[in-house]
């Protein structure tokens, strides 16, 4: 019969042994046993674009050519066309500041400049009617209790394409992202959009989804308008308090950005296998005094059939 003591003795040996070979024998075995490389690469919907031209050896393969099977909505999508872009020097001068990582949010300030937010607005006052709410029983229909705002296409002349650009390039140029066509919205007093989702839960079933959403304020002459995302937390140092409505209002959770003029909120809507994030539940509260103008930038991706 084995000694009690010699059997405590072995127990403790093995536990002593753990914290060894994590910190001394494995990263020794790493060095002079490297593994795949092939096999470290990660492959979820916001990296996969970066590394489908990636081999199992990790070596890069040939580009595929371009998938021609989409079926891709021009009247959606602003598609590339063959017009060549002239952006003004410097329009990408912006600062970014991350505001959550799970889901990606990141606030920026000076996306566009002040001249382009005017340009928005001068060519979107022909082209304004109701906004509609989206419903699986109704589409286009207008509802003023849960939206009151008016919204315009805007054509893709010079400025809107440099900031088509600037979106793509925001988001690292991922191949099968499209950016839709852009509209302006317009609140006056009153006007609101009440809590929603850009995405629509339908990247695996019908092939795609909007992926990320930038709001971007045009115009803020106004008082109230913040937008609002109650499933996301407070952040506790005080400089966010510049971008970030800081006072603590009776009925209204989480956190609500203030309107101002060139600034945007960015922010992921699909987890890596598609599915949208809670937490980017969102609403446009209410104007209490003079008008805000907004300028929605959605991100659609379409991969091909079978890269879910």
């Not at 075995?29 to 050896?57: E, H, T």
């Not at 803020?220 to 609002?228: H, L, M, R």
Request: charged share 25%; glycine share 8%; with cysteine.
């Amino acid at each position: 019969m084995p000694n009690l003591n010699s059997i405590n003795f072995s127990l403790s040996s093995v536990f002593y042994l753990i914290p060894l070979y994590f910190l001394i024998i494995a990263p020794l075995l790493r060095q002079f046993f490297p593994s795949d490389p092939g096999l470290s690469v990660p492959r979820d919907i916001r990296d996969a674009a970066y590394f489908d031209n990636v081999g199992k050896g990790g070596e890069l393969e040939e580009e595929e050519e371009e998938d021609t099977s989409l079926q891709l909505n021009p009247d959606l999508l602003s598609l590339e066309d063959g017009e060549t872009i002239v952006c003004e020097l410097g329009s990408d001068m912006y600062r970014a500041h991350i505001f959550s990582y799970n889901p990606l949010v990141v606030y920026i300030e000076g996306f566009l400049s002040g001249q382009e937010a005017d340009h928005l607005i001068n060519v979107s006052v022909p082209n304004y009617t109701p906004s509609p709410v989206y419903s699986s029983s109704q589409a286009n229909a207008s509802d003023p209790t849960k939206r009151l705002s008016d919204r315009a296409l805007l054509p893709r002349d010079s400025v809107v394409r440099c900031i088509e650009s600037r979106a793509r390039a925001f988001q690292g140029w991922k191949p099968y992202l499209y950016i839709e066509r852009m509209w302006a919205q317009r609140y006056n007093v009153s006007g609101h959009y009440t809590h929603h989702y850009d995405w629509a839960g339908t990247a695996k079933g019908r092939g795609g989804d909007r992926l990320s959403t930038f709001m971007v304020y045009l115009k803020a002459e106004c008082k109230g308008g913040g937008t609002n995302f109650p499933r996301l937390r407070r952040p506790r140092d005080k400089r966010w308090c510049e971008f970030v409505d800081c006072e603590q209002q009776e009925g209204r959770e989480g956190v609500t950005f203030k309107p101002i003029k060139g600034n945007a909120v960015f922010w992921e809507n699909l987890r890596a296998d598609g599915s949208g994030y809670p937490e980017t539940w969102h609403a446009a509260f209410p104007v209490e005094q003079g008008e805000k103008v907004g300028l929605n930038i959605w991100s659609w991706y379409q991969p091909p059939t079978g890269r879910w």
